[in-house]
């Protein structure tokens, strides 16, 4: 899979844990790697680049709070955050099923695919 696409699809999938509560980045790395049965394992080096680029791109929005004696930068999703949100993971369904169908494993229940 190539960079670009990769890299989006990580972007999703933070916004998608973002988007069922705020969550910082440990956390957060850890429910990506076991939603995905340990496919994918966000490092330091793509998370926190990732999750600075959606902040400045006002689709996070990020706040520090002590919690367990620790202090840690939390992120939460804003508004134009869902909405981006939804469209991504529109275009992915459809990218999908598109791909699912040419190889013949298409699910069904997929609308729009």
């Not at 459809?94 to 298409?106: H, I, M, W």
């Amino acid at each position: 899979m190539d960079s670009q696409t990769l890299g989006s699809a990580v972007e999703m999938m933070i916004l998608d844990v973002a988007g069922r509560g705020p969550t910082y980045g440990y956390e957060l790395s850890r429910t990506v790697a076991e939603r995905s049965e340990g496919y994918f394992e966000l490092k330091e080096g793509s998370l926190y680049p990732a999750l600075h680029r959606l902040e400045r791109r006002k689709l996070l929005k990020s706040y520090w709070r002590e919690a367990e004696g620790r202090r840690r930068k939390y992120y939460e999703l804003t508004d134009a955050g869902r909405a981006e949100l939804a469209s991504r993971k529109s275009t992915w369904l459809k990218f999908a099923g598109a791909v699912n169908g040419v190889l013949g494993t298409r699910r069904t229940g997929l609308s729009g695919v």
